[in-house]
């Protein structure tokens, strides 16, 4: 079972990035899927899920500006991010699964970072 991230990087604010999460080793269309992060200094926070029905959720804080999306053909899940803000900097999850409270979710990617500065 793997999750590999990929996209992170440098933008400033205002900019947009798109990350993806190739998956392998299990059913992916059997799973729902998140999107956590976790900013310096601070614990997890989930960001976006999508079931397997394809229906999405969102933070408060980024919805209207990302946006979750899974392509079950190519195993991959993808988080489209727009008008990045400074306080979007963090080391960007995939986890398998709905979203949990910290890090108990069974199955983690190793993470991209995410960096939002002028």
């Known amino acids: 079972v793997q999750l590999v991230e990929s996209g992170g990087g440098m933008v400033q604010p205002g900019g947009s990035l798109r990350l993806s999460c190739a998956a392998s080793?299990?059913?992916?269309?059997?799973?729902?899927m998140t999107w956590v992060r976790q900013a310096p200094g601070k614990g997890p926070e989930w960001v976006s899920a999508?079931?397997?029905?394809?229906?999405?959720f969102y933070t408060d804080s980024v919805r209207g500006r990302f946006t979750i999306s899974r392509d079950n053909a190519k195993n991959t899940l993808n988080l489209q991010m727009n008008n990045l803000k400074p306080e979007d900097t963090a080391l960007y999850y995939c986890?398998?699964?709905?979203?949990?409270?910290?890090?108990?979710?069974?199955?983690w990617g190793q993470g991209t970072q995410v960096t939002v500065s002028s």
């Open positions: 986890a398998r699964g709905p979203p949990g409270t910290g890090w108990t979710n069974d199955c």
């Open positions: 080793g299990f059913t992916f269309t059997s799973y729902d």
């Open positions: 999508i079931d397997t029905g394809g229906k999405t």
